[in-house]
């Protein structure tokens, strides 16, 4: 049972689609962030919010675009992707700048 | 960013081994996570450790802050052991910085 949700699990989508991915958390925490791991890369971090405000944005592409409405939700629209973009993207949340982070199940994104 | 470098990078062990993983990092840190990511990909958490030793059933984690390392320990692996270890880091700010993660695979 994890206390980060993410939805949906799995995505396809064409590269001229758009499409959302949803996390939310049930942690209490005010910290919201956006992690991509590509094969064979590290986890790269995409976004962090604090309180709802982006603190961090680790030059990624605008078709790239978060959304925080609150400090339990944290969306990432998804436009005109590239297949290069297909990865799995993973939501965590923390308590301010820690100590501890938590993360989602992730969505496993393929752009064909 | 903080450079983390993880060792070996490919592990197999056969069911009953220990093994332990090592996490080198760059620059003094205050946050040192280690991960166990499962087959369907989600992260999860086995030991927030900055510093000092924790034990937590077959599993254990020391870091030597002022050496800048890690160590995770697994004994009497099994197979559901089997995944990537990840150990991250962070220094002040929000973000953690992961290495590359070590595939480890129990087989019976």
């Known amino acids: 049972e994890t206390g980060v949700t993410q939805t949906p699990r799995h995505l396809v989508m064409g590269m001229t689609n758009k499409k959302s991915l949803k996390c939310e958390q049930h942690?209490?925490?005010?910290?919201m962030y956006w992690y991509k791991q590509s094969a064979k890369k590290p986890l790269e971090l995409m976004f962090v919010?604090?309180?709802?405000?982006?603190?961090e944005n680790n030059s990624v592409p605008s078709r790239f675009s978060p959304e925080c409405p609150n400090s339990s939700h944290l969306f990432l629209h998804l436009h005109t992707l590239q297949p290069e973009d297909s990865a799995l993207y993973l939501c965590?949340?923390?308590?301010?700048?820690?100590?501890?982070?938590?993360f989602g199940q992730g969505t496993r994104l393929t752009v064909v | 960013g903080i450079q983390v470098e993880q060792s070996p990078p490919d592990l197999i062990l056969q069911e009953g081994a220990n093994s332990t993983l090592r996490c080198n990092f760059s620059?003094?840190?205050?946050?040192l996570q280690w991960f166990h990511q499962n087959p369907w990909g989600q992260l999860i958490n086995l030991f927030y450790?900055?510093?000092g030793t924790k034990q937590n059933g077959r599993l254990s984690a020391t870091t030597v802050a002022t050496e800048r390392y890690s160590l995770l320990y697994i004994s009497s692996s099994q197979t559901t052991d089997s995944g990537v270890y990840f150990c991250?880091?962070?220094?002040?700010?929000?973000?953690?910085?992961f290495g590359k993660g070590t595939s480890l695979l129990v087989t019976p």
């Open positions: 942690l209490g925490h005010n910290a």
């Open positions: 991250a880091v962070s220094n002040s700010g929000y973000a953690l910085n």
């Open positions: 919010y604090s309180l709802e405000e982006r603190v």
């Open positions: 965590a949340s923390s308590q301010d700048r820690g100590p501890e982070a938590f």
């Open positions: 620059d003094s840190v205050n946050n």
């Open positions: 450790i900055p510093s």
